[in-house]
Structure formats: C-alpha cells, structure tokens
C-alpha cells in the first residue's frame, strides 16, 4: 500500500510554534477544502506542547525542524521531507476556503512553478505583485533561493522577509503568477484578525535585522 505522502498531491506545510490550540481547527479546515491535501506540522523539539496537540489530531503529520529555528527553516525541512508534487508554504494562522488548491494547481504551467494565494490582506498581496503564502512545484522548491542553496527559502532571516526574497526571485526568472481566486486568508494581527502572542512579538523584533539582510540580498535577484 502506498504511503499517505505518495497519495496526496499537495503538502500543507504549517510552521507552528506555541500555538497548540490552533491544531485541530486547521486540519479541519485544509481537510474540508482539499481532498487531495495533507497537513504537515512542523514544530520545534522544545514544544511539548504544539507535539502533543499534534500527536492528538488525527488526519496530520508531525515533522520535527532539524534546521534553523525559524520560519524559513521549518518550511525546508518539511520541503526535504514530503514526497508530492506539490508544496503549499503555509502557517497557523490561516483559512482556507474551498477551491484554493484546484484555483491555484490551474495556473501551473511549464514556466509557472509558483503560484500566491489571496491573503485578503496584504496590499501587495492584493495588487497581485506578491504572496506571503503559496503553492510551489516540487521541483522548483529545490532551487527557490537566488544563490542556489539547494533549499526553497533562505533560512538567514529570523522570520520576516524570506517570503518577499522568494517571490521577488520568482519573478525575476518569470516563474510566478498571482491567484486572486485562490483564497487562504492571513487572520494577522496585523489586519485586526488576531491578538498580538509572544509569536507575532518575536516576528516584529526581528523585523529590523530581516529587513536589512533583505538588502543585503537583493542584488542576487535584481
């Protein structure tokens, strides 16, 4: 019989941290949205917490983060870890709604290898000129980074800006399109759509180290 990874046909990779309660509710989403999609948490060694809500949810996986501690980090571990063809880079504070997945696989093409998803939220999200989350080829996610680390995304930057770096260098080998009608909605603190928790503080103290190695980087893709 073929394992679960081999059956589905995309990789909902959820980089989680501290927020156990929010496990169950995200399965039951991406599971009533996607039939052929499987959520993958990847969460830290020093999370009991987040493991055990995990271990407690029936229909997902856990993997466990052998790279840096981060965002980035989480997502190419799991990345390394599935075997679909294709990746959705995700994150606990997402909703789904139903035809994200069959709305965003249509645009996939012989040049298209990453498609972003409709945060309703973010202005450049909306504008259709960036993602902060989206579907990605299989193979593409080998070679996401501009520099050719073999990884999908950078794993410099403490949590903010490995996304713009992503899609930006997407762009640049005209490898990206924008989905309006595939909706996975960012409840950011941001947007007004959550309370701010010890995550969302440690994403704005980082921000101004993230932002500057950003710059530093952005020769690679321009």
């Not at 190419?76 to 909703?95: E, H, I, K, Q, S």
């Not at 992503?166 to 909706?183: N, Y």
Request: aromatic share 10%.
């Amino acid at each position: 019989m073929r394992s679960t990874v081999e059956i589905s046909e995309v990789a909902v990779l959820i980089p989680t941290l501290g927020r156990p309660n929010r496990i169950p509710e995200i399965v039951k989403n991406v599971n009533a949205t996607c039939e052929v999609a499987r959520v993958y948490f990847i969460v830290e060694q020093d999370d009991p917490a987040t493991r055990a809500a995990v271990i407690d949810t029936p229909n997902c996986t856990m993997i466990t983060n052998t790279r840096s501690k981060n965002y980035a980090g989480a997502i190419n571990t799991g990345v390394l870890m599935v075997r679909t063809p294709f990746v959705f880079a995700g994150a606990d504070d997402l909703f789904f709604q139903p035809g994200w997945f069959e709305e965003a696989e249509q645009l996939m093409s012989d040049t298209v290898k990453v498609v972003g998803t409709n945060d309703l939220g973010n202005p450049e999200v909306l504008a259709g000129i960036h993602a902060t989350h989206y579907l990605v080829c299989r193979e593409y996610a080998a070679e996401g980074v501009a520099d050719g680390d073999g990884v999908m995304l950078h794993e410099g930057y403490r949590h903010n800006w490995c996304d713009k770096e992503f899609i930006l260098t997407a762009q640049a080998r005209g490898a990206f399109a924008p989905c309006m009608t595939s909706v996975v909605e960012h409840r950011h603190w941001a947007w007004g759509k959550a309370g701010i928790d010890d995550t969302y503080n440690k994403g704005i103290r980082d921000e101004p180290q993230d932002r500057q190695l950003f710059l530093d980087r952005q020769h690679l893709w321009m």
